[in-house]
């Protein structure tokens, strides 16, 4: 139970940094490329209140967390965007879609160099604050890679709608209805499927884990600058 309580403490402030700023990215750049959607409805704010899902926020990270998966994700209420409202709606679509993950990427930017000066900082406390910087590096790098997956509704499936020759783009955009269930399937349905078989069908975990090792190390670099 102390470990539970311990690995909440130092992974719920690095997840709602998270997917806080991640859905505040999105709403903030549709608004300045001409969308006011998720203004109007007070969703460009760093307030995690108003971003939070119960199942995605709550539930499914305190799932992982008391199951001892040793794997946190987490997601928040989507940004309401009127892609017909943009300035101009094919290639501000990607940009309000990179716009998450890019927030990510400045987490983990801004948590490596953090890491720098944990040594300044009272000894009783530098654990702790060690835990949750390196778990604000760990959590944003899975949402920034998972996020850029091209199967909709996440963010890389924006932007391969975005980029992609017509033909090719409404063959994805036409995934958008199943892109959740597909999603369950890769992250949960095959690995415990194959698991009855003893093999290991954990897709996801072969599609994420490269890059987001990658992030992990140039992290790591940052956290040698001083």
């Known amino acids: 139970m102390s470990e539970i309580i311990q690995n909440i403490t130092v992974m719920a402030i690095p997840l709602l940094f998270a997917i806080t700023l991640h859905e505040a990215a999105h709403g903030w750049t549709a608004w300045k490329l001409g969308d006011d959607t998720a203004k109007a409805l007070g969703r460009v704010s760093f307030n995690p209140l108003v971003h939070i899902d119960l199942f995605g926020t709550l539930l499914l990270p305190g799932i992982l967390i008391f199951s001892g998966s040793g794997f946190l994700f987490g997601y928040a209420k989507p940004i309401p965007v009127n892609f017909n409202a943009l300035n101009s709606p094919r290639r501000d679509m990607v940009l309000v879609a990179i716009a998450g993950p890019g927030a990510n990427l400045i987490l983990i930017i801004l948590a490596a160099i953090l890491m720098n000066f944990l040594s300044y900082m009272p000894t009783f406390?530098?654990?702790?604050?060690?835990?949750?910087?390196?778990?604000?590096?760990?959590?944003?790098?899975?949402?920034?890679?998972?996020?850029?997956?091209?199967?909709?509704?996440?963010?890389?499936?924006?932007v391969a709608v975005g980029i992609l020759p017509p033909f090719l783009s409404r063959s994805i955009s036409r995934l958008e209805p199943y892109g959740m269930l597909i999603i369950i399937a890769i992250i949960f349905i095959i690995p415990v499927g194959g698991s009855y078989f003893g093999l290991n069908l954990n897709v996801f975990q072969y599609i994420i884990s490269p890059p987001v090792n990658a992030l992990m190390s140039m992290a790591d670099q940052l956290t040698r600058l001083f």
């Open 125 to 158: 406390s530098q654990e702790w604050a060690g835990l949750n910087l390196y778990y604000m590096v760990y959590i944003n790098a899975i949402l920034a890679i998972f996020n850029m997956l091209p199967i909709p509704p996440l963010d890389g499936g924006r």
